[in-house]
């Protein structure tokens, strides 16, 4: 086995299965096709699983496959004409900074003397109600679950029926808040009108501070949303600006009530 290659440790390499130094093997002996070999092509041409290269791959050292293929080029002059490992890198990197950048104009977005009224409102609402649809539904059930487990009386509610529904009944002493992406969901707007109408605390999760929700909620947060999407013939954009808004709000209300 090739020490510079692999720099295994030899108490890690004794503890290796068969199938581990199988692949190894392998890996070695086709060391300049690597560069242009996909874990799923590897997989089929060792005729081993995908799971076992990963495993393989934690076992002697590295987070995965790729950052094994990003060592190898260091250590080992192999081809890589079509630059295809840096394209890989260059691309992975900008998902990366597009994600970081929405949650840091985010968090600069946010006031801490809103998240504190807020935070007071949740804590003298009787009963906390949570409106959103489509993949805004996973937040307003992970806000739901936290609330109740830090002993908040919360439904959550998808469904635009139960929404209609249940904006009507809602009382004095409760509080809504709304989940919604562009702030123009029809259910959502003419529920938070229902509150508004009565005078009733709605808080407001969006990233259009000029949607309909936004001018009509009493309290509304904004988050950051970027203007490309990767899938753009679908309204599948991330919701990560919300995800952090209300992950700040409960942040701030277990350290401001708990």
Request: one cysteine or more; aromatic letters at 8%.
């Amino acid at each position: 086995m090739n020490d510079i290659l692999f720099d295994i440790e030899p108490n890690v390499f004794i503890h290796l299965s068969e199938t581990d130094k199988y692949l190894l093997e392998y890996i070695q002996h086709h060391i300049e096709e690597i560069s242009t070999m996909s874990i799923v092509k590897l997989s089929e041409n060792a005729n081993v699983s995908t799971a076992t290269i990963v495993r393989l791959m934690k076992k002697i050292g590295y987070d995965g496959y790729t950052s094994f293929k990003y060592s190898l080029k260091e250590k080992v002059n192999f081809s890589d004409k079509n630059n295809e490992m840096q394209d890989i890198n260059s691309k992975i990197t900008q998902a990366i900074q597009k994600n970081e950048h929405e949650v840091q104009k985010t968090i600069q977005l946010q006031s801490t003397g809103k998240i504190e009224d807020a935070v007071q409102k949740i804590y003298n609402a009787g009963k906390i109600y949570i409106f959103a649809r489509g993949f805004s539904e996973m937040i307003a059930k992970e806000m739901g679950v936290k609330l109740q487990l830090m002993g908040k009386n919360c439904e959550v509610h998808d469904d635009p029926n139960i929404i209609r529904i249940k904006s009507k009944s809602i009382s004095d002493n409760e509080l809504a808040i709304f989940i919604s992406l562009n702030g123009e969901t029809n259910e959502l707007v003419e529920a938070c009108k229902n509150l508004t109408i009565r005078q009733l605390t709605t808080i407001t999760l969006t990233t259009r501070v000029d949607s309909t929700l936004s001018s009509m909620s009493e309290m509304t947060f904004i988050g950051f949303k970027g203007s490309h999407s990767y899938i753009p013939d679908y309204e599948v954009r991330s919701r990560l600006p919300l995800n952090v808004i209300a992950r700040i709000l409960l942040d701030a209300y277990a350290i401001r009530m708990l």
